[in-house]
């Protein structure tokens, strides 16, 4: 008998992305993240990871435009 685990580890809320033009050449994204990591883990890790991961999307969104 084969045993299976789900295990459910945080919940997404709405979520979206805000592109405003600046000018010619730049634009402002805002994104509005809504997601509740479950578990013990410090709000300021939570904090700084998020902020890590926003970073990188940026960076590959760009490496994507280009």
């Known amino acids: 008998m084969e045993t299976l685990f789900l295990f459910k580890r945080a919940e ?4 979206g ?5 600046i000018n010619e ?3 402002k994204i805002t994104w509005l993240l809504n997601v509740h990591l479950k578990g013990w883990i410090p709000g300021y890790l939570v904090d700084q990871s ?9 960076s590959a969104l ?3 435009l280009t």
Do not use: A, R
């Open 50 to 58: 998020l902020s890590n991961v926003q970073l990188d999307f940026i």
């Open 62 to 64: 760009k490496s994507h």
């Open 25 to 27: 050449n730049f634009v």
């Open 17 to 21: 992305y805000m592109i405003t033009p």
């Open 12 to 15: 997404n809320g709405p979520t």
